[in-house]
């Protein structure tokens, strides 16, 4: 195809890191698709029976690697949780390169890069898309995003991280793109087994078969309100048919703080204006609406390094290069510093307004059980980004992201929903795969407690007027049967109870009275540990007759019932 | 504003005509053909809806057409058994460990209770695919004996592979996590080593299906067990907190999914029914180590008594009816053994069958 223009051809080595770049953003897409599928424990058949059950992958590295994650959480602790210290690496590769996380490496982006390419209309293309390109000032908001976040996590809360990419596409892919895949698959191919023809059966059983092995796992998963989070994702990916990457360019806080050390990056753009004859080709193919075209200056902190402009360029006015003189170019972002503080200062704000609503120091939900091994409520706010990892590795589909069961501050942070799903008694994998230590990495004996106490997250309690044993004179303990501790937190009395026959008497008399033995279960607060087994086995189907409350978790020292467990003199 | 000249067009025409129209006085009829073909289409989508509308009409009237009451029955007994030549062959074989017999216990104990009911050869012809079921059901180690022991699960497997089975499938539908159950049972690895084919119980594997016992009607059934030529029942023998004693009958819970917690309020004559509905071609009872309080599920090794005892047999009632005696109950405390035995599905009084201990 001829070039428009004086035609001349990029070069080589940028036509060839077009299509590098291209590769890099497949591959990391794939690489955070493949460890999202994988945070899920799948057994296997090599595995001796009593090896310790741990994921095979650092599923979690995306969020390792993520500096916008590590900075709100040294702001809230004052320290760099393990492995977030590999984001000192990303920050470095900014150093060098600019925002290239965001161009090359970010599965978010890749994605919005896909649907910037793929959904805007013919209204998108030609004069109107280097129309939507050009440089606004409302990208500004992402800065104020991340300003709101960053002090927020100085006033404690780690509430930022529903705004992080990584974040974001790990709650919104791992608990409602895929789990609704697997729910239209199931149905479309269960579907086609009722076909009466051999093949087609067998094809699709071992269709299915693959997938739930590969992709899915054995069961379907169901999350708590997710609808919301889906909402959000399509609402931000169909923003690209108006704005490509409206995301990336306007509200992602990593982004925003790439943005501010690519300023001291050492690779960068430089521009011969005096060739530009205002094609526009650079700008309708620009990713972060950074002003490559000439005549107005770079604006470095916006650019995504996609190295599009260049290739685009047939009048070889652009170059990217090491050092590169600064003439043409804006380092700092462009930010109004009123809105800036007050923004910031919204965050610092934000903490203590949520925090007079009853739901941390008075009035905690009863119902707001953490995962084992959480760290205590105030902690966990400071550590929880609401990635999802928890809630997605999670075996039994217990852990669940609240709505407002720990209030508007806890809006994605994992709960326990027992009556979907119980905590596995030998698991710890949510401790494994959290990134930020709001879930502290126990091991099985410390979680079961060999040798010391074990990790408690609430305690069950029966409602007499709904247990079949207690109100219906019927047998059952499925409870009892489930409870996994040793000796068991449910202990069953043997009793004699009147019962009246289900018939009435041959005059029209009451009924007879009978005698039935049953076993009536009860619980021993100081053996439970909250594990919610026996409410999910419950057999009362709406509204189980024996429940799970977070009191007695071993996290806290206030949210408690037992005299011994009491210790005021420790905060909390 | 470039539009302007074009919209304007079509409206000076629309002018000019309905100026016509005033000069003449009548309205411009559309042609016999378009009001034909206008007829015909609302006629065609009339007859459509109508049709669609007949096909999928619901009267509101009760689904009338009650099903066979007849409890079903999947039958994988081998066929004309009494009557075989085999008259001094055990019914009721029980393979214990002699004085001075060393570790491993278990695949010589389930070859000579296996070789004393006939040897696998008479359970098992070539080229049959074999279903095993053990018990997988509790995330718990083999030391706790809540689960089937791997070792017995993997003797089988062997028989059966040795006795000319094309396939054999193992798989239980668990009562926690299942990979984690397949896992940490030790069955798994032991299943894959001897080539045999795992079946975890994922939601496809699963099929509503008619049973048709006292209490139990319909349920969604773990089709992968059903599947077979054959299918041995590899239960292990353990307390149970309200069943008291569970072993082969009870192990058929494992067939079903769907919310089973509701079996427990008649749990007798559920066990009963699903025995009813499973006759399987062999039951070995796993006894190598028995779980002796705080069944089912257990958890602590000091719960558990080591027996180094297998029984194997045809008559699933028999089985349970001596395993009980393993954990020092009595058949007259497990009215399933009594449903059971009343059903004609076994015999409780297993002391009547010719009883063989090797």
């Given at each position: 195809?001829?070039?428009?223009?004086?035609?001349?051809?990029?070069?080589?080595?940028?036509?060839?890191?077009?299509?590098?770049?291209?590769?890099?953003?497949?591959?990391?897409?794939?690489?955070?698709?493949?460890?999202?599928?994988?945070?899920?424990?799948?057994?296997?058949?090599?595995?001796?029976?009593?090896a310790p059950v741990r994921l095979a992958w650092p599923v979690e590295a995306f969020l390792l690697a993520d500096p916008f994650v590590s900075s709100i959480t040294m702001l809230s602790t004052r320290t760099v949780y393990?492995?977030?210290?590999?984001?000192?690496?990303?920050?470095?590769?900014?150093?060098?390169?600019?925002?290239?996380?965001?161009?090359?490496i970010?599965?978010?982006?890749?994605?919005?890069?896909?649907?910037?390419?793929?959904?805007?209309?013919?209204?998108?293309?030609?004069?109107?898309?280097?129309?939507?390109?050009?440089?606004?000032?409302?990208?500004?908001?992402?800065?104020?995003?991340?300003?709101?976040s960053l002090l927020a996590a100085v006033a404690g809360s780690a509430i930022g991280g529903l705004f992080d990419p990584i974040c974001i596409a790990v709650r919104s892919i791992g608990l409602g793109v895929l789990p609704g895949m697997q729910y239209i698959t199931h149905r479309a191919l269960g579907a086609v087994e009722?076909?009466?023809?051999?093949?087609?059966?067998?094809?699709?059983?071992?269709?299915?078969?693959?997938?739930?092995?590969?992709?899915?796992?054995?069961?379907?998963?169901?999350?708590?309100?997710?609808?919301?989070?889906?909402?959000?994702?399509?609402?931000?990916?169909?923003?690209?048919?108006?704005?490509?990457?409206?995301?990336?360019?306007?509200?992602?806080?990593?982004?925003?703080?790439?943005?501010?050390?690519?300023?001291?990056?050492?690779?960068?753009?430089?521009?011969?204006?005096?060739?530009?004859t205002d094609c526009n080709l650079c700008l309708s193919h620009c990713q972060g609406a950074d002003s490559p075209q000439g005549g107005v200056k770079w604006r470095q902190d916006e650019c995504h390094m996609c190295l599009n402009c260049e290739n685009a360029c047939p009048e070889d006015v652009i170059k990217f290069r090491f050092l590169p003189n600064r003439k043409s170019t804006i380092t700092k972002p462009d930010l109004q510093r009123r809105t800036l503080l007050a923004t910031t200062a919204a965050g610092a704000a934000f903490v203590p307004a949520a925090r007079i609503a009853d739901s941390l120091d008075?009035?905690?939900?009863?119902?707001?059980?953490?995962?084992?091994?959480?760290?205590?409520?105030?902690?966990?706010l400071e550590r929880c980004i609401r990635c999802a990892e928890c809630m997605k590795v999670c075996p039994n589909n217990a852990l669940h992201p609240a709505m407002f069961e720990s209030g508007i501050e806890g809006l994605w942070t994992p709960i326990l929903i027992p009556r979907i799903g119980y905590c596995e008694h030998s698991c710890v994998l949510c401790g494994q795969v959290c990134p930020t230590g709001a879930i502290a990495k126990i091991t099985e004996k410390e979680k079961l407690g060999q040798g010391a106490a074990p990790v408690k997250i609430g305690t069950a309690f029966y409602d007499h007027g709904r247990c079949l044993p207690w109100a219906m004179q019927t047998p059952c303990i499925v409870c009892e049967e489930f409870c996994p501790t040793s000796p068991k937190a449910i202990w069953v009395e043997e009793v004699e109870a009147p019962v009246r026959e289900k018939v009435p008497g041959p005059n029209g008399e009451q009924p007879a009275m009978k005698t039935v033995k049953l076993q009536r279960p009860h619980v021993d607060p100081s053996l439970c540990i909250g594990c919610g087994a026996c409410e999910k086995v419950c057999p009362v189907q709406d509204q189980p007759a024996v429940y799970v409350t977070s009191v007695g978790e071993s996290r806290s020292k206030s949210n408690v019932i037992l005299l011994e467990n009491t210790n005021y003199n420790e905060k909390g | 504003?470039?539009?302007?000249?074009?919209?304007?067009?079509?409206?000076?025409?629309?002018?000019?005509?309905?100026?016509?129209?005033?000069?003449?006085?009548?309205?411009?009829?559309?042609?016999?053909?378009?009001?034909?073909?206008?007829?015909?289409?609302?006629?065609?989508?009339?007859?459509?809806?109508?049709?669609?509308?007949?096909?999928?009409?619901?009267?509101?009237?009760?689904?009338?057409?009650?099903?066979?009451?007849?409890?079903?029955?999947?039958?994988?007994?081998?066929?004309?058994?009494?009557?075989?030549?085999?008259?001094?062959?055990?019914?009721l074989a029980i393979a214990r460990a002699k004085a001075g017999e060393h570790e491993p216990f278990a695949a010589s104990l389930v070859r000579r209770a296996v070789d004393a009911v006939g040897g696998m050869k008479r359970f098992v012809s070539r080229g049959?695919?074999?279903?095993?079921?053990?018990?997988?059901?509790?995330?718990?180690?083999?030391?706790?004996?809540?689960?089937?022991?791997?070792?017995?699960?993997?003797?089988?497997?062997?028989?059966?592979?040795?006795?000319?089975?094309?396939?054999?499938?193992?798989?239980?539908?668990?009562?926690?996590?299942?990979?984690?159950?397949?896992?940490?049972?030790?069955?798994?690895?032991?299943?894959?080593?001897?080539?045999?084919?795992?079946?975890?119980?994922?939601?496809?594997?699963?099929?509503?299906?008619?049973?048709?016992?006292?209490?139990?009607?319909?349920?969604?059934?773990?089709t992968t067990l059903l599947d077979a030529h054959k299918v041995i029942n590899v239960p292990v023998a353990k307390h149970h907190n309200l069943a008291k004693y569970t072993g082969g009958m009870k192990n058929w819970y494992g067939i079903l999914g769907g919310r089973r917690n509701r079996l427990h309020q008649n749990i007798d004559v559920s066990i009963a029914d699903l025995a009813t509905f499973m006759r399987p071609t062999l039951v070995v009872v796993d006894a190598i180590r028995v779980l002796m309080r705080n069944g089912p599920q257990g958890g602590n090794i000091d719960d558990t008594k080591v027996m180094n005892t297998i029984v194997a047999t045809t008559d699933q009632v028999a089985a349970d009816a001596f395993g009980a005696t393993l954990i020092g109950q009595h058949r007259d405390n497990l009215p399933y053994l009594k449903i059971g035995h009343e059903r004609g599905l076994g015999t409780m009084l297993w002391e009547s069958l010719r009883v063989r201990e090797v």
């Open positions: 195809m001829k070039r428009p223009g004086s035609g001349i051809a990029a070069r080589k080595a940028v036509r060839l890191l077009k299509w590098a770049r291209r590769g890099s953003q497949v591959f990391f897409f794939a690489l955070f698709l493949f460890f999202l599928v994988q945070t899920g424990f799948r057994g296997s058949f090599a595995a001796s029976s009593d393990r492995g977030l210290l590999w984001s000192v690496g990303l920050i470095a590769i900014t150093l060098l390169f600019g925002r290239v996380f965001c161009g090359w970010c599965p978010f982006g890749a994605l919005h890069h896909f649907f910037g390419w793929i959904l805007p209309s013919r209204r998108g293309r030609g004069a109107a898309r280097v129309y939507a390109n050009k440089t606004r000032t409302w990208q500004r908001a992402k800065y104020y995003i991340l300003g709101f009722n076909v009466p023809a051999r093949t087609m059966q067998s094809a699709a059983d071992h269709t299915q078969d693959a997938l739930a092995q590969a992709v899915w796992g054995s069961h379907q998963f169901y999350f708590h309100q997710v609808w919301l989070i889906v909402f959000l994702l399509v609402a931000v990916v169909f923003a690209n048919r108006y704005i490509p990457r409206f995301w990336c360019r306007v509200l992602c806080p990593l982004g925003a703080l790439l943005g501010v050390f690519s300023r001291f990056s050492l690779f960068g753009m430089e521009k011969n204006h005096a060739k530009c008075v009035n905690y939900h009863s119902r707001a059980i953490r995962p084992p091994g959480a760290v205590d409520e105030r902690a966990f | 504003m470039r539009d302007a000249p074009r919209n304007g067009a079509p409206m000076s025409d629309e002018t000019t005509t309905a100026a016509r129209d005033a000069r003449t006085g009548m309205f411009e009829k559309p042609s016999r053909r378009d009001m034909i073909k206008r007829i015909g289409q609302a006629a065609g989508v009339l007859a459509g809806t109508a049709v669609l509308g007949r096909l999928v009409w619901d009267r509101g009237s009760v689904g009338a057409t009650a099903a066979a009451a007849k409890p079903q029955v999947r039958d994988f007994r081998v066929a004309g058994d009494a009557d075989k030549a085999s008259q001094d062959l055990a019914e049959d695919i074999v279903v095993i079921k053990p018990n997988i059901g509790w995330d718990r180690l083999p030391i706790h004996a809540a689960n089937t022991n791997p070792d017995v699960v993997g003797a089988i497997i062997q028989l059966a592979f040795d006795a000319g089975a094309k396939k054999v499938v193992v798989a239980d539908g668990s009562c926690n996590d299942p990979h984690r159950c397949y896992q940490r049972s030790g069955i798994w690895r032991k299943a894959y080593d001897l080539g045999a084919e795992v079946v975890l119980p994922a939601d496809h594997h699963f099929r509503t299906t008619r049973i048709r016992g006292e209490v139990l009607n319909e349920w969604p059934i773990f």
